[in-house]
Structures are given as C-alpha cells and as structure tokens.
C-alpha cells in the first residue's frame, strides 16, 4: 500500500476542520445579512406612511401657497367663481369739485402719445442678473409643461362631469329580506 493514499485522509480531515469552521462563520454572516435585511424590510415599510404623509403635507402647503399667490380657489375639477374686486358705482354729482382738468378729452391721442416717455423697468446703469432670466425662463417652461399635463386632464374631467347622469335609486320595499329569500328560492325551484 502506498503512502499518499493514507495520507489523503488526514489532508482531507484537515482540510475538513477548516471547511467545517469556514462554514460555520458563513452561516453567522448569512444571519448577520438576513437581521439587516428584516431591519431594512421595516425601515422601507415605515417610510412608505412617512413619504405619504410628507406628501399629502407638502401638497397641501402647495396648493394653500398657489391659491394664496394668484388670488383662486383650486378644488380639483370643480370651478368656482372667480373673486372679483369690489367696484363702486359711478355717481356724478354737479356741485363736487372735478380734479380732473378742463382740458381732458380735447387734445388728440397720437400728440400725447409722442410726448411720453417710455417708462423703465428698472433704473438706469442697471443690469438684470443672467441666473434671474435663466431661472425665470425655466419656470416658465415648467409652467408650460405642468399646463401640458393639467389641460388635457381638466377637459377630460369637465367632458366626463358633462356625460355623468344620475343614478336612480329603487324605491324601499317594505318586509323581511329573509322573506325576500324565500320567494326567490321558491322561485328557482318552480
């Protein structure tokens, strides 16, 4: 008999203690991975309702800071009417003074018209800011693309508001439901 054949075995149980501890620290890895994963699992879970939330609050802070800035409501498809300033009603009373000149209405438009001067937006020597115009031309490509997506939406909700009818309810019949059954099982079984 030859000599390496018996010493592949002890090679082999060598080798064997090593594999056995190799396996036991992978299966502690393996276990350390599956607690971070269920930690993971959890954490992901809790910030679905927290990203809700934090939605639902931000919109809500978005449609309060647009209503507030143009002056209407937003109620999602419903119009409402639009706010319109209070106007006086014209009164004319003769004996009142008239701060208004005499000469008002006689001079003829294109004369007054070459005697203005364009008025500024700004003061003279002054420059407007390159990021102002590049940030205010990029919102109003978002504007332009948030119309886009509203004005298609919008006539589909007014077309489908138009097309809805009312449901017509059935009138209350008086009795028992388990009379109601009876009937009806009588019924089938005729």
């Known amino acids: 008999m030859n000599y390496r054949v018996v010493k592949q075995f002890w090679v082999n149980t060598v080798d064997n203690i090593f594999n056995f501890f190799?396996?036991?620290v992978d299966f502690i890895k393996i276990w350390a991975d599956v607690f971070w994963a269920f930690l993971d699992i959890w954490y992901h879970f809790f910030a679905i309702f927290g990203n809700l939330f934090l939605y639902i609050y931000y919109i809500f802070l978005f449609i309060i800071d647009k209503t507030t800035e143009s002056g209407?409501?937003?109620?999602?498809?419903?119009?409402?009417?639009?706010?319109?300033?209070?106007?006086?009603q014209k009164a004319y009373v003769k004996d009142?003074?008239?701060?208004?000149?005499?000469?008002?209405?006689?001079?003829?438009?294109?004369?007054?018209?070459?005697?203005?001067?364009p008025m500024r937006t700004a003061p003279k020597g002054t420059r407007t800011s390159i990021i102002k115009t590049m940030l205010s031309a990029l919102r109003d490509f978002v504007?332009?693309?948030?119309?886009?997506?509203?004005?298609?939406?919008?006539?589909?909700?007014?077309?489908?508001?138009?097309?809805?009818?009312?449901?017509?309810?059935?009138?209350?019949?008086?009795?028992?439901?388990?009379?109601?059954?009876?009937?009806?099982?009588?019924?089938?079984?005729?």
Request: no cysteine.
């Open 96 to 117: 009142s003074y008239n701060p208004i000149p005499a000469m008002y209405g006689v001079k003829n438009v294109a004369e007054i018209a070459t005697s203005i001067t």
């Open 143 to 190: 504007e332009l693309i948030i119309d886009l997506f509203k004005k298609p939406v919008k006539a589909i909700a007014d077309f489908a508001a138009r097309r809805m009818k009312p449901v017509k309810e059935e009138q209350h019949k008086t009795g028992s439901l388990i009379e109601e059954y009876m009937k009806e099982y009588e019924q089938k079984r005729r």
């Open 72 to 88: 209407t409501n937003i109620v999602l498809t419903s119009r409402l009417p639009k706010r319109v300033p209070f106007k006086p």
């Open 22 to 24: 190799y396996k036991i």
